[in-house]
């Protein structure tokens, strides 16, 4: 399993609330059960204690989206490495069933984590693979969406680090709103400029007279 796919468990936890549009998902345990994807074993552990824990790491995950997002780095990463200390796991190499050409195993870096709770190996499993993927790309690569009131955190893996939101869909939604405030701007000169155009044209009427 690839690194970078570990930092998506902190994306979809952060995601599981809109805060400014009021909207929370993480409301049952089959939620919670939801965000560990294929990785059913560890969903099978997830209790109904484990909803409110899991909400305590996502706002601290998304402490963390926030500090990058404003430019902290240092505060950014402060937030990271305490939940790095509190969740930690065990890096191991990994094979699996996957075979190249000669027979031998696809060997691969694979996070284990033993938790006490459905949270911690969540917890523990998010953080790290955020934490590889601040440390592989720039604090810079962690973002909030850019088009109100979205605010979902999402990981610029651009070539030019040019990512502003977290879908095609706030994209076209952002860039919609700001032709619409263009042509609402232009308009409004246009009619400035007419006024003052008739205005001028009145007053040089008045001093013919």
Known sequence: MELAYYSDYAVRLVNSEEPARGKDTLTTVEAVR??????????????????????????????????????????????LNSLLLEFPVSPQISGHDYRDEDGRPLWH????????????????????????????????????????????AYLDTSTNRSRRYCSDRCATRANVAAYRARKRLEADRSGSSGLAAETAQRSSASGDR
Do not use: K, W
């Open 109 to 152: 870096m694979h996070l284990a984590d033993h938790p006490s709770n459905a949270t911690a190996g969540y917890a523990a499993i998010a953080a790290m693979g955020l934490a590889f993927h601040l440390t592989e790309y720039g604090v810079d690569r962690l973002g909030l969406c850019q088009a109100p009131p979205c605010r979902n």
């Open 34 to 79: 939801d965000l560990f994807g294929e990785n059913a074993s560890a969903a099978r552990r997830a209790t109904d204690a484990d909803v409110t824990r899991f909400r305590s790491v996502r706002a601290r995950l998304r402490g963390v989206f926030e500090a990058a997002d404003q430019g902290d780095e240092t505060l950014a990463v402060d937030l």
